[in-house]
Protein backbone atom coordinates (compact mmCIF):
# COMPACT_ATOMS: atom_id res chain seq x y z
CA UNK A 1 0.00 0.00 0.00
CA UNK A 2 1.01 3.38 -1.03
CA UNK A 3 1.80 5.97 2.27
CA UNK A 4 2.15 9.63 1.50
CA UNK A 5 4.19 11.66 4.28
CA UNK A 6 3.92 15.01 3.17
CA UNK A 7 0.89 17.39 2.27
CA UNK A 8 2.68 18.32 -0.64
CA UNK A 9 2.21 15.05 -2.56
CA UNK A 10 0.48 15.96 -5.81
CA UNK A 11 -2.43 13.46 -4.98
CA UNK A 12 -2.76 14.79 -1.58
CA UNK A 13 -2.97 18.64 -3.40
CA UNK A 14 -5.89 17.57 -6.17
CA UNK A 15 -7.59 15.55 -3.54
CA UNK A 16 -7.59 18.99 -1.38
CA UNK A 17 -8.89 21.18 -4.09
CA UNK A 18 -12.15 18.52 -4.39
CA UNK A 19 -13.71 20.29 -1.14
CA UNK A 20 -14.23 23.75 -3.54
CA UNK A 21 -17.01 23.80 -5.83
CA UNK A 22 -15.48 24.62 -9.38
CA UNK A 23 -12.74 21.73 -9.14
CA UNK A 24 -15.13 19.31 -8.22
CA UNK A 25 -17.07 20.00 -10.95
CA UNK A 26 -13.92 19.94 -13.23
CA UNK A 27 -12.57 16.37 -11.79
CA UNK A 28 -16.35 15.25 -11.19
CA UNK A 29 -15.59 14.25 -7.31
CA UNK A 30 -15.94 15.44 -4.36
CA UNK A 31 -13.80 15.01 -0.92
CA UNK A 32 -16.11 13.13 1.95
CA UNK A 33 -14.32 13.87 5.11
CA UNK A 34 -14.87 11.41 8.69
CA UNK A 35 -15.59 7.51 9.44
CA UNK A 36 -19.32 8.09 9.51
CA UNK A 37 -19.90 9.98 6.57
CA UNK A 38 -17.16 7.67 4.59
CA UNK A 39 -18.97 3.93 6.21
CA UNK A 40 -22.68 5.52 5.02
CA UNK A 41 -21.62 5.90 1.40
CA UNK A 42 -19.88 2.70 1.13
CA UNK A 43 -22.99 1.08 2.96
CA UNK A 44 -24.87 3.04 0.12
CA UNK A 45 -22.92 1.32 -2.57
CA UNK A 46 -21.32 4.50 -3.97
CA UNK A 47 -17.46 3.30 -5.22
CA UNK A 48 -15.03 5.53 -3.97
CA UNK A 49 -12.41 6.32 -6.02
CA UNK A 50 -9.61 6.33 -3.65
CA UNK A 51 -9.67 6.48 0.07
CA UNK A 52 -6.93 8.32 2.13
CA UNK A 53 -6.66 7.14 6.03
CA UNK A 54 -4.43 7.11 8.82
CA UNK A 55 -2.53 3.97 9.66
CA UNK A 56 -5.50 3.22 12.74
CA UNK A 57 -8.10 2.65 10.06
CA UNK A 58 -6.59 0.70 7.98
CA UNK A 59 -8.03 -2.46 9.58
CA UNK A 60 -11.38 -1.90 9.36
CA UNK A 61 -13.66 -4.65 7.77
CA UNK A 62 -15.75 -2.28 5.90
CA UNK A 63 -12.38 -0.55 3.95
CA UNK A 64 -11.65 -4.20 3.14
CA UNK A 65 -13.33 -4.73 -0.16
CA UNK A 66 -11.60 -1.39 -0.97
CA UNK A 67 -7.80 -2.31 -0.48
CA UNK A 68 -6.90 -1.51 -3.79
CA UNK A 69 -8.22 2.11 -3.43
CA UNK A 70 -6.91 2.70 -0.06
CA UNK A 71 -3.80 5.02 0.62
CA UNK A 72 -1.98 5.75 3.60
CA UNK A 73 -1.50 8.80 4.61
CA UNK A 74 0.65 10.33 7.89
CA UNK A 75 -1.32 12.88 10.81
CA UNK A 76 -0.05 15.62 8.92
CA UNK A 77 -1.66 14.98 5.48
CA UNK A 78 -4.66 14.23 7.37
CA UNK A 79 -4.86 17.66 9.03
CA UNK A 80 -3.79 19.57 5.80
CA UNK A 81 -6.99 17.53 4.10
CA UNK A 82 -9.55 18.41 6.91
CA UNK A 83 -11.89 20.74 7.20
CA UNK A 84 -12.29 20.50 10.83
CA UNK A 85 -10.01 21.37 13.78
CA UNK A 86 -9.42 17.67 15.00
CA UNK A 87 -9.94 15.30 11.90
CA UNK A 88 -10.54 11.72 12.59
CA UNK A 89 -7.96 11.07 9.90
CA UNK A 90 -9.87 9.07 6.87
CA UNK A 91 -11.37 10.69 3.94
CA UNK A 92 -12.79 9.69 0.25
CA UNK A 93 -12.63 10.96 -3.05
CA UNK A 94 -16.14 10.13 -3.76
CA UNK A 95 -17.77 10.21 -7.39
CA UNK A 96 -19.88 13.59 -7.75
CA UNK A 97 -23.02 12.03 -8.46
CA UNK A 98 -25.79 14.00 -8.59
CA UNK A 99 -29.25 12.76 -8.03
CA UNK A 100 -32.57 12.79 -10.84
CA UNK A 101 -35.45 13.34 -10.57
CA UNK A 102 -38.15 10.17 -10.11
CA UNK A 103 -40.75 10.39 -13.46
CA UNK A 104 -43.55 9.31 -11.05
CA UNK A 105 -44.02 11.01 -7.78
CA UNK A 106 -42.00 9.21 -5.42
CA UNK A 107 -42.96 9.60 -1.49
CA UNK A 108 -42.90 13.17 -0.45
CA UNK A 109 -40.82 16.43 -1.21
CA UNK A 110 -38.92 19.29 0.53
CA UNK A 111 -38.19 21.53 -1.55
CA UNK A 112 -35.77 24.08 -0.36
CA UNK A 113 -35.47 27.85 -2.05
CA UNK A 114 -32.64 29.62 -1.26
CA UNK A 115 -31.64 28.54 2.05
CA UNK A 116 -27.76 29.66 2.16
CA UNK A 117 -26.56 28.44 5.98
CA UNK A 118 -24.95 25.10 4.94
CA UNK A 119 -25.67 24.26 8.68
CA UNK A 120 -29.60 24.74 8.14
CA UNK A 121 -29.38 22.59 4.48
CA UNK A 122 -27.11 19.67 6.45
CA UNK A 123 -29.94 19.61 9.15
CA UNK A 124 -32.86 20.06 6.73
CA UNK A 125 -31.49 17.07 4.85
CA UNK A 126 -30.90 15.05 8.04
CA UNK A 127 -34.29 15.70 9.56
CA UNK A 128 -36.33 15.10 6.00
CA UNK A 129 -34.30 11.57 6.50
CA UNK A 130 -35.75 11.43 9.66
CA UNK A 131 -39.52 12.00 9.11
CA UNK A 132 -39.46 9.52 6.30
CA UNK A 133 -39.30 12.02 3.49
CA UNK A 134 -37.34 10.53 0.32
CA UNK A 135 -36.88 13.52 -1.86
CA UNK A 136 -35.12 16.78 -1.04
CA UNK A 137 -34.93 18.96 -3.98
CA UNK A 138 -32.02 21.91 -3.73
CA UNK A 139 -33.57 24.91 -5.56
CA UNK A 140 -31.48 27.88 -7.04
CA UNK A 141 -29.59 29.73 -4.39
CA UNK A 142 -29.51 26.68 -1.31
CA UNK A 143 -25.73 26.25 -0.83
CA UNK A 144 -24.21 23.44 -2.44
CA UNK A 145 -24.82 19.64 -1.89
CA UNK A 146 -21.15 18.96 -1.85
CA UNK A 147 -19.96 22.16 -0.19
CA UNK A 148 -17.84 20.16 2.95
CA UNK A 149 -20.13 22.09 5.99
CA UNK A 150 -23.50 20.83 4.07
CA UNK A 151 -21.60 16.89 3.85
CA UNK A 152 -20.84 17.49 7.11
CA UNK A 153 -24.17 18.68 8.51
CA UNK A 154 -26.10 15.92 6.51
CA UNK A 155 -24.22 13.32 8.77
CA UNK A 156 -24.92 10.36 6.12
CA UNK A 157 -28.48 11.76 5.32
CA UNK A 158 -27.45 12.32 1.72
CA UNK A 159 -27.00 8.80 1.23
CA UNK A 160 -30.60 7.84 2.47
CA UNK A 161 -32.85 10.19 0.86
CA UNK A 162 -32.33 11.32 -3.10
CA UNK A 163 -30.89 14.83 -3.40
CA UNK A 164 -31.51 16.90 -6.73
CA UNK A 165 -30.27 20.18 -7.62
CA UNK A 166 -32.44 21.99 -10.02
CA UNK A 167 -34.94 24.64 -10.42
CA UNK A 168 -38.25 24.38 -7.94
CA UNK A 169 -41.26 25.45 -10.45
CA UNK A 170 -40.93 22.33 -12.66
CA UNK A 171 -41.52 19.61 -9.69
CA UNK A 172 -44.52 21.77 -8.27
CA UNK A 173 -45.90 21.41 -11.59
CA UNK A 174 -45.26 17.82 -11.79
CA UNK A 175 -46.43 17.25 -8.25
CA UNK A 176 -49.38 19.10 -8.74
CA UNK A 177 -50.50 17.47 -11.56
CA UNK A 178 -50.40 14.15 -9.84
CA UNK A 179 -52.39 15.77 -7.34
CA UNK A 180 -49.89 15.98 -4.54
CA UNK A 181 -50.77 19.20 -2.68
CA UNK A 182 -47.89 21.41 -2.25
CA UNK A 183 -47.20 23.31 0.63
CA UNK A 184 -45.51 26.87 1.26
CA UNK A 185 -44.13 28.11 4.26
CA UNK A 186 -44.92 31.93 4.19
CA UNK A 187 -46.55 33.74 6.78
CA UNK A 188 -49.11 35.39 5.03
CA UNK A 189 -53.00 36.51 5.30
CA UNK A 190 -54.15 33.30 3.47
CA UNK A 191 -52.00 31.19 5.19
CA UNK A 192 -53.34 28.52 7.18
CA UNK A 193 -51.76 27.31 11.17
CA UNK A 194 -49.95 23.83 9.80
CA UNK A 195 -52.07 22.00 12.44
CA UNK A 196 -55.08 22.45 10.11
CA UNK A 197 -53.25 20.42 7.26
CA UNK A 198 -54.09 16.49 7.78
CA UNK A 199 -50.71 14.69 7.43
CA UNK A 200 -51.08 12.97 4.10
CA UNK A 201 -48.15 10.24 2.31
CA UNK A 202 -47.51 12.00 -0.55
CA UNK A 203 -46.94 16.24 -0.34
CA UNK A 204 -44.57 18.95 -1.44
CA UNK A 205 -43.33 21.12 1.37
CA UNK A 206 -41.36 24.25 -0.04
CA UNK A 207 -38.81 26.62 2.81
CA UNK A 208 -37.38 29.74 2.04
CA UNK A 209 -34.23 31.98 2.40
CA UNK A 210 -33.66 32.34 5.88
CA UNK A 211 -33.87 36.13 5.09
CA UNK A 212 -36.30 36.74 2.96
CA UNK A 213 -38.54 33.88 2.85
CA UNK A 214 -39.43 31.87 -0.73
CA UNK A 215 -39.71 33.80 -3.67
CA UNK A 216 -43.16 34.84 -4.79
CA UNK A 217 -43.39 33.22 -8.07
CA UNK A 218 -43.33 30.00 -6.04
CA UNK A 219 -45.80 30.95 -3.86
CA UNK A 220 -48.55 31.74 -6.35
CA UNK A 221 -47.83 27.69 -7.41
CA UNK A 222 -48.50 26.47 -4.06
CA UNK A 223 -51.22 25.12 -2.97
CA UNK A 224 -51.91 25.90 0.71
CA UNK A 225 -49.11 28.44 2.32
CA UNK A 226 -48.80 27.36 5.88
CA UNK A 227 -47.63 28.76 9.42
CA UNK A 228 -47.06 27.80 12.72
CA UNK A 229 -48.65 30.13 15.33
CA UNK A 230 -45.66 32.13 17.48
CA UNK A 231 -46.70 31.46 21.27
CA UNK A 232 -44.47 34.05 22.78
CA UNK A 233 -42.43 36.87 21.84
CA UNK A 234 -40.16 35.33 19.27
CA UNK A 235 -40.10 37.16 15.91
CA UNK A 236 -39.47 34.16 13.57
CA UNK A 237 -38.41 30.52 14.16
CA UNK A 238 -35.29 28.91 12.30
CA UNK A 239 -35.95 27.64 8.92
CA UNK A 240 -34.83 24.04 9.57
CA UNK A 241 -36.18 24.29 13.26
CA UNK A 242 -39.47 25.42 11.59
CA UNK A 243 -39.81 22.35 8.98
CA UNK A 244 -38.98 19.84 11.20
CA UNK A 245 -42.22 21.27 13.28
CA UNK A 246 -44.38 21.23 9.92
CA UNK A 247 -42.46 17.53 8.38
CA UNK A 248 -43.23 15.99 11.55
CA UNK A 249 -46.39 16.93 11.58
CA UNK A 250 -47.47 15.97 7.87
CA UNK A 251 -45.82 12.43 8.60
CA UNK A 252 -47.60 11.72 11.68
CA UNK B 1 -20.84 62.52 24.17
CA UNK B 2 -17.71 60.86 24.24
CA UNK B 3 -15.95 59.32 21.44
CA UNK B 4 -13.93 56.67 21.86
CA UNK B 5 -11.00 56.35 18.74
CA UNK B 6 -8.69 53.97 19.76
CA UNK B 7 -9.02 49.56 20.40
CA UNK B 8 -6.26 50.42 23.15
CA UNK B 9 -8.77 53.00 25.20
CA UNK B 10 -8.90 51.39 29.14
CA UNK B 11 -12.82 51.45 28.63
CA UNK B 12 -12.80 49.70 25.45
CA UNK B 13 -10.21 46.97 27.04
CA UNK B 14 -12.43 46.75 29.81
CA UNK B 15 -15.67 45.82 27.73
CA UNK B 16 -14.04 43.26 25.64
CA UNK B 17 -13.29 41.49 28.53
CA UNK B 18 -16.94 41.58 29.32
CA UNK B 19 -17.50 38.40 26.25
CA UNK B 20 -15.44 35.90 28.98
CA UNK B 21 -17.44 34.36 32.10
CA UNK B 22 -14.52 34.99 34.39
CA UNK B 23 -14.46 38.86 33.99
CA UNK B 24 -18.30 38.63 33.34
CA UNK B 25 -18.51 37.38 37.01
CA UNK B 26 -15.94 40.09 38.10
CA UNK B 27 -17.77 42.99 36.76
CA UNK B 28 -21.20 41.73 36.96
CA UNK B 29 -21.68 42.48 33.70
CA UNK B 30 -21.74 40.93 30.16
CA UNK B 31 -21.44 42.56 26.91
CA UNK B 32 -24.66 42.57 24.54
CA UNK B 33 -23.70 43.29 20.62
CA UNK B 34 -25.92 44.18 18.03
CA UNK B 35 -28.75 46.49 17.34
CA UNK B 36 -31.67 44.04 17.47
CA UNK B 37 -30.41 42.26 20.97
CA UNK B 38 -29.56 45.89 22.16
CA UNK B 39 -33.51 47.16 21.31
CA UNK B 40 -34.46 44.10 22.91
CA UNK B 41 -32.84 44.37 26.30
CA UNK B 42 -34.01 48.03 26.21
CA UNK B 43 -37.55 47.12 25.73
CA UNK B 44 -37.34 44.83 28.04
CA UNK B 45 -36.48 47.53 30.58
CA UNK B 46 -32.95 46.09 31.34
CA UNK B 47 -30.87 49.12 32.12
CA UNK B 48 -27.52 49.44 30.00
CA UNK B 49 -24.53 50.84 32.10
CA UNK B 50 -23.11 51.83 28.53
CA UNK B 51 -23.94 51.82 25.11
CA UNK B 52 -21.25 51.91 22.42
CA UNK B 53 -21.69 52.94 19.49
CA UNK B 54 -21.00 54.13 15.83
CA UNK B 55 -22.13 57.37 14.47
CA UNK B 56 -24.93 55.57 12.63
CA UNK B 57 -27.05 54.96 15.89
CA UNK B 58 -26.66 58.18 17.94
CA UNK B 59 -29.85 59.09 16.53
CA UNK B 60 -31.79 56.21 17.09
CA UNK B 61 -35.13 56.83 19.05
CA UNK B 62 -34.77 53.78 21.22
CA UNK B 63 -31.48 55.49 22.33
CA UNK B 64 -33.10 59.05 23.44
CA UNK B 65 -33.83 57.84 27.11
CA UNK B 66 -30.25 56.42 27.31
CA UNK B 67 -28.02 59.45 26.22
CA UNK B 68 -26.36 59.90 29.53
CA UNK B 69 -24.88 56.36 29.12
CA UNK B 70 -23.95 56.46 25.55
CA UNK B 71 -20.44 56.83 23.88
CA UNK B 72 -19.47 57.10 20.40
CA UNK B 73 -16.75 54.57 19.30
CA UNK B 74 -15.01 54.43 15.78
CA UNK B 75 -15.32 51.83 13.19
CA UNK B 76 -11.82 50.45 14.84
CA UNK B 77 -12.93 50.16 18.00
CA UNK B 78 -16.46 48.69 16.78
CA UNK B 79 -14.20 45.70 14.79
CA UNK B 80 -12.04 45.41 17.96
CA UNK B 81 -15.43 44.42 20.22
CA UNK B 82 -16.81 42.32 17.66
CA UNK B 83 -17.18 38.75 17.90
CA UNK B 84 -18.61 38.76 14.31
CA UNK B 85 -16.53 39.51 10.67
CA UNK B 86 -18.92 42.14 10.11
CA UNK B 87 -20.38 44.16 13.04
CA UNK B 88 -22.75 46.69 13.20
CA UNK B 89 -21.44 49.32 15.71
CA UNK B 90 -23.99 48.78 18.25
CA UNK B 91 -22.39 47.33 21.97
CA UNK B 92 -23.70 47.31 25.37
CA UNK B 93 -22.45 46.84 28.57
CA UNK B 94 -25.48 45.08 30.50
CA UNK B 95 -26.21 44.06 34.20
CA UNK B 96 -25.46 40.36 34.48
CA UNK B 97 -29.20 39.31 35.86
CA UNK B 98 -28.88 36.18 36.28
CA UNK B 99 -33.02 35.00 36.31
CA UNK B 100 -34.38 33.23 39.72
CA UNK B 101 -36.63 30.46 39.55
CA UNK B 102 -40.56 31.46 40.43
CA UNK B 103 -41.77 30.36 43.74
CA UNK B 104 -45.11 28.45 42.37
CA UNK B 105 -45.05 26.95 39.00
CA UNK B 106 -45.48 29.39 36.34
CA UNK B 107 -46.01 27.96 32.69
CA UNK B 108 -44.33 25.15 31.08
CA UNK B 109 -40.79 24.79 31.85
CA UNK B 110 -37.56 23.11 29.12
CA UNK B 111 -34.83 21.80 30.83
CA UNK B 112 -31.35 21.79 29.44
CA UNK B 113 -29.22 18.77 30.79
CA UNK B 114 -25.80 19.47 29.37
CA UNK B 115 -26.16 21.20 26.32
CA UNK B 116 -22.68 21.97 25.32
CA UNK B 117 -23.04 23.76 21.59
CA UNK B 118 -23.90 27.36 21.80
CA UNK B 119 -26.07 26.96 18.56
CA UNK B 120 -28.18 24.27 20.08
CA UNK B 121 -28.73 26.31 23.33
CA UNK B 122 -29.82 29.92 21.90
CA UNK B 123 -31.73 28.02 19.23
CA UNK B 124 -33.63 25.91 21.69
CA UNK B 125 -34.33 29.05 24.12
CA UNK B 126 -35.28 31.32 20.86
CA UNK B 127 -37.69 27.82 20.48
CA UNK B 128 -39.09 27.81 23.48
CA UNK B 129 -39.74 31.48 23.41
CA UNK B 130 -41.61 30.96 19.71
CA UNK B 131 -43.65 27.65 21.50
CA UNK B 132 -44.86 29.31 24.65
CA UNK B 133 -43.04 28.22 26.86
CA UNK B 134 -41.82 30.62 29.78
CA UNK B 135 -39.10 29.00 31.86
CA UNK B 136 -35.52 27.87 30.63
CA UNK B 137 -33.42 26.20 32.97
CA UNK B 138 -29.82 25.80 32.36
CA UNK B 139 -28.80 22.71 34.12
CA UNK B 140 -24.69 21.42 34.84
CA UNK B 141 -22.66 21.28 31.78
CA UNK B 142 -24.85 23.60 29.61
CA UNK B 143 -23.25 26.86 27.85
CA UNK B 144 -23.22 29.58 29.78
CA UNK B 145 -26.46 31.70 29.30
CA UNK B 146 -24.49 35.06 28.56
CA UNK B 147 -21.56 33.12 26.43
CA UNK B 148 -21.32 35.55 23.02
CA UNK B 149 -22.71 32.73 20.75
CA UNK B 150 -25.54 31.73 22.98
CA UNK B 151 -26.36 35.23 23.55
CA UNK B 152 -26.41 35.88 19.55
CA UNK B 153 -28.37 32.77 18.55
CA UNK B 154 -31.13 33.46 21.59
CA UNK B 155 -31.70 36.56 19.73
CA UNK B 156 -33.61 38.42 21.88
CA UNK B 157 -35.81 35.50 23.29
CA UNK B 158 -33.45 35.74 26.14
CA UNK B 159 -35.74 38.54 27.13
CA UNK B 160 -38.81 37.28 27.16
CA UNK B 161 -38.35 33.76 28.91
CA UNK B 162 -36.94 33.71 32.39
CA UNK B 163 -33.79 31.94 32.15
CA UNK B 164 -32.09 30.12 35.08
CA UNK B 165 -28.96 28.69 35.20
CA UNK B 166 -29.66 25.77 38.44
CA UNK B 167 -29.68 21.91 38.90
CA UNK B 168 -31.77 20.28 37.20
CA UNK B 169 -32.82 17.80 40.23
CA UNK B 170 -35.22 20.34 42.91
CA UNK B 171 -36.95 21.99 39.61
CA UNK B 172 -37.93 18.43 38.80
CA UNK B 173 -39.31 17.82 42.15
CA UNK B 174 -40.69 21.16 42.53
CA UNK B 175 -42.83 20.62 39.25
CA UNK B 176 -43.97 17.01 40.30
CA UNK B 177 -44.74 18.12 43.46
CA UNK B 178 -47.00 20.22 41.86
CA UNK B 179 -48.52 17.17 39.61
CA UNK B 180 -47.07 18.66 37.03
CA UNK B 181 -45.43 15.99 34.66
CA UNK B 182 -42.08 16.11 33.61
CA UNK B 183 -41.14 14.63 30.22
CA UNK B 184 -37.59 12.77 29.56
CA UNK B 185 -36.32 12.23 25.90
CA UNK B 186 -34.22 8.83 25.71
CA UNK B 187 -34.48 6.86 23.84
CA UNK B 188 -35.49 3.13 25.85
CA UNK B 189 -37.84 0.37 25.74
CA UNK B 190 -39.75 2.06 27.98
CA UNK B 191 -39.93 5.36 25.93
CA UNK B 192 -43.50 6.56 24.51
CA UNK B 193 -43.96 8.13 21.46
CA UNK B 194 -44.22 11.76 21.52
CA UNK B 195 -47.31 11.64 19.57
CA UNK B 196 -49.59 9.54 22.42
CA UNK B 197 -48.69 12.50 25.00
CA UNK B 198 -51.69 15.02 25.13
CA UNK B 199 -50.52 18.74 25.06
CA UNK B 200 -50.98 20.01 28.44
CA UNK B 201 -50.73 24.10 30.28
CA UNK B 202 -48.08 22.97 32.16
CA UNK B 203 -45.18 20.39 31.69
CA UNK B 204 -41.60 20.20 32.33
CA UNK B 205 -39.40 18.69 29.35
CA UNK B 206 -35.60 17.49 29.98
CA UNK B 207 -32.95 17.35 26.85
CA UNK B 208 -30.07 15.77 27.25
CA UNK B 209 -26.40 16.27 26.05
CA UNK B 210 -25.63 16.06 22.03
CA UNK B 211 -23.37 13.00 22.87
CA UNK B 212 -24.35 11.06 25.79
CA UNK B 213 -28.07 11.88 26.41
CA UNK B 214 -29.56 12.96 29.66
CA UNK B 215 -28.30 12.11 32.73
CA UNK B 216 -29.40 8.42 34.15
CA UNK B 217 -29.63 10.36 37.54
CA UNK B 218 -32.67 12.62 36.18
CA UNK B 219 -33.94 9.96 33.68
CA UNK B 220 -35.22 8.30 36.59
CA UNK B 221 -36.89 11.38 38.16
CA UNK B 222 -39.06 11.69 34.86
CA UNK B 223 -42.48 10.58 34.58
CA UNK B 224 -42.52 9.39 31.05
CA UNK B 225 -39.63 9.86 28.87
CA UNK B 226 -40.10 10.60 25.16
CA UNK B 227 -38.83 9.69 22.30
CA UNK B 228 -39.65 10.93 18.37
CA UNK B 229 -40.29 8.12 15.62
CA UNK B 230 -37.74 8.02 13.43
CA UNK B 231 -38.89 6.79 9.78
CA UNK B 232 -35.75 6.99 7.63
CA UNK B 233 -32.70 5.70 8.11
CA UNK B 234 -31.31 8.77 9.93
CA UNK B 235 -29.75 7.79 13.49
CA UNK B 236 -30.50 10.58 15.09
CA UNK B 237 -32.17 14.36 15.22
CA UNK B 238 -30.11 17.43 16.08
CA UNK B 239 -31.36 18.08 19.64
CA UNK B 240 -32.75 21.25 18.90
CA UNK B 241 -34.71 20.24 16.11
CA UNK B 242 -36.05 16.66 18.44
CA UNK B 243 -36.77 19.34 21.32
CA UNK B 244 -38.89 22.00 18.99
CA UNK B 245 -41.19 18.53 17.41
CA UNK B 246 -42.14 17.97 20.91
CA UNK B 247 -42.47 21.13 22.30
CA UNK B 248 -44.88 22.46 19.23
CA UNK B 249 -46.69 19.36 19.60
CA UNK B 250 -47.09 19.59 23.84
CA UNK B 251 -48.14 23.11 23.88
CA UNK B 252 -50.50 22.87 20.57
Known amino acids: MEYIASPKNEHIKAAKKLTVKKYQKQGDAYLLEGWHLVEEALKAGQQPRRIYAINKFLEE???????????????EVAKHLSETPTPQGIFAVMPRVTGTLPEAVSGSYLLLDGIQDPGNVGTLVRTADAAGIQQVIFGDGTADAFNPKVLRAMQ????????????????????????????????NVNAKSYRDVQPTRHFGLIVGNEGNGMSQELLHQTDVNLYIPIRGEAESLNVAIAAAVVMFHLTA
Not at 61 to 74: G, M
Open 156 to 187: GSQFHVNITTTALAPVIAQLQAAQVPVYGTEL
Open 61 to 75: RALRPYYEQLTEISP
